[in-house]
């Protein structure tokens, strides 16, 4: 069984690019603008299911054109949505992402809304019929409900530790897959080299995997209790927004289908420099058959 669900932001994104940052206080015409959806745990679905893997997205939306367009998207790529309650009178977690084309990189503005997580509205009864249940650390009341009925089942419990949100540390020790950005395990573990992070935070919580992303440096991963480096891969970047979100969806892909971790790194890694040669999200996601032939021709590694 290779299914995936994942509770967690849900996000519209309004993305506007530019050759460089603005100045303050100024009027200035955009190259580009577009929406999109997303958030770390649901493009991380869209991922998956860009590359086959069966995903669910289970959280509530509002009941307006918004949700509405975040429930199409979700379907449009492939993400079920059975497990989305609609809510009314209520508004939309967004964001307003400006992209530097220049340099690469992304600033983003961003405003939660006002969804209530209540856990009763949203429905897990099926849970068992999952491999693993991804986390990102929002939406709690209800990514909590969801942990006691994935242990209950056996079910993997997979968690994007891009940031450390209040109430995330109480639910460390439930999880299986851990994957943390150099932020988080830095924040969590108050040590700044990363490989005494890694063994801090495996002492303290006890995950089956545990990596540390560090964007371009790579990042590391605990493999028969040593802590090992993995390159990552040199390429023009376009666009950064959403290369933590597909390095997810991509190693969840890996170790579905008997990866190694250092393969899954690997693999998970090449899928993010892919993404990143491309502006926007959900587009730019490389096929199964890109990210291969991108592996095979040995890239330099950073």
Known sequence: MKKVLGIGAAVLDTIIEMDSYPEEDIKIKADNVFKTGGGPVSNALVCLAKLGIEAGYAGILPNNSDGIYLRDEFNRYGVDTKHVHFANNKSAFTSYIILNKTKGTRTCVFDRGDIENDPNLVSLDDIDQYSILHLDGNALPIAKKAIEAAK???????????????????????????????????????????????????????????????????????????????????????????????????????????????????????????KCQKAGMRDALPTKEEITAFINKGETLC
């Not at 109430?167 to 969590?188: N, Y």
């Not at 990552?232 to 950064?240: G, H």
């Not at 008997?258 to 790194?265: F, H, L, N, S, V």
Request: aromatic share 10%; net charge negative; hydrophobic share 40%.
């Open 152 to 274: 209950a089942s056996h079910v993997k419990i997979s968690l994007d530790a891009g940031t450390l949100y209040p109430g995330v540390d109480a639910i460390l020790s439930d999880i299986d897959i851990l994957i943390a950005s150099e932020d988080f395990a830095r924040t969590l573990t108050k040590e700044s080299d990363l490989v005494k992070a890694v063994r801090i935070i495996r002492e303290l919580y006890h995950p089956e995997i545990l990596v540390v992303t560090a964007g371009k440096e790579g990042g590391y991963y605990l493999d028969n209790d040593e802590v090992h480096h993995y390159n990552a891969y040199r390429v023009e970047a376009v666009d950064t927004n959403g290369a933590g979100d597909t390095f997810h969806g991509a190693f969840l892909y890996a170790y579905l289908n008997g990866y190694t971790i250092q393969e899954a790194c690997r693999f998970a890694s090449a899928t993010s420099a892919l």
